[in-house]
């Protein structure tokens, strides 16, 4: 059930940026994933590696398939999640005075096929009780302007494609580093550590490559 990973070496790529002394050679190399079953394709830094994630009998109704995208060190970057379903209902009889508050620190639209405008979000929450940061990426049909504030119980990192994946499944994808904003998220201790990590090369490949998603 779950993806064929196989990469084409032959679409290796290079990327250059700029500074302040000009344009210069990136040795990031790029590999591209494509997959036939669903036309789906994405590129990402030739180090790192993916890895079908096993899912079990239970799991298959709400997670179709899904697939992680690693670094050198093993460490997650992105989860690709397709046909997802069975959500909703998980804030009922929450108390308003406990609906948490996200700030979208980094927003920027996509160019995908999807039936509504889809864009990749950073978005962090500041969990007073444990008096961490807990930041959330991923792309959402909902395009949140950088700077924003959003009062919601949950914050969801997928959009509704123009594709079926399945039998009652649908067209949902996530690619980020998690499906919804309940528990997870990548921890800082300030928000100074969070601009950090914003700045960082390895956001920026994050970036990049969830940005290269492609569904035909």
């Known amino acids: 059930q779950n993806f064929v990973v196989k990469t084409d070496k032959n679409q290796d790529q290079e990327s250059s940026k700029t500074t302040n002394g000009g344009e210069i050679k990136d040795v990031t190399k790029y590999k591209t994933f494509n997959d036939e079953t669903y036309d789906i394709s994405f590129q990402y830094p030739e180090t790192w590696t993916l890895g079908a994630v096993e899912i079990s009998d239970a799991d298959m109704p709400y997670w179709n398939r899904s697939m992680d995208v690693n670094n050198e060190d093993g460490e997650t970057m992105a989860?690709?999640?397709?046909?997802?379903?069975?959500?909703?209902?998980?804030?009922?009889?929450?108390?308003?005075?406990?609906?948490?508050?996200?700030?979208?620190?980094?927003?920027?639209?996509?160019?995908?096929?999807?039936?509504?405008?889809?864009?990749?979000?950073?978005?962090?929450?500041?969990?007073?009780?444990?008096?961490?940061?807990?930041?959330?990426?991923?792309?959402?049909?909902?395009?949140?302007?950088?700077?924003?504030?959003?009062?919601?119980?949950?914050?969801?990192?997928?959009?509704?494609?123009?594709?079926?994946?399945?039998?009652?499944?649908?067209?949902?994808?996530?690619?980020g580093n998690g499906v919804t904003t309940y528990g997870g998220g990548k921890k800082f201790s300030s928000l100074e550590d969070v601009n950090k990590y914003l700045a960082s090369d390895e956001y920026k490949e994050i970036k990049k490559m969830i940005l290269s998603l492609t569904i035909e």
């Not at 962090?124 to 009780?129: K, L, M, P, T, Y």
């Not at 444990?130 to 914050?155: I, P, R």
């Open 79 to 175: 989860t690709l999640v397709l046909g997802i379903s069975g959500l909703g209902g998980a804030c009922s009889g929450v108390d308003e005075s406990d609906i948490p508050s996200y700030t979208v620190l980094d927003s920027e639209l996509s160019s995908i096929k999807a039936k509504s405008e889809v864009a990749m979000h950073f978005t962090v929450h500041h969990d007073e009780s444990q008096g961490k940061y807990s930041a959330y990426y991923g792309l959402s049909d909902t395009y949140t302007s950088k700077g924003d504030f959003e009062h919601v119980c949950l914050f969801y990192n997928l959009f509704n494609s123009e594709k079926n994946f399945g039998d009652n499944i649908g067209g949902s994808v996530s690619f």
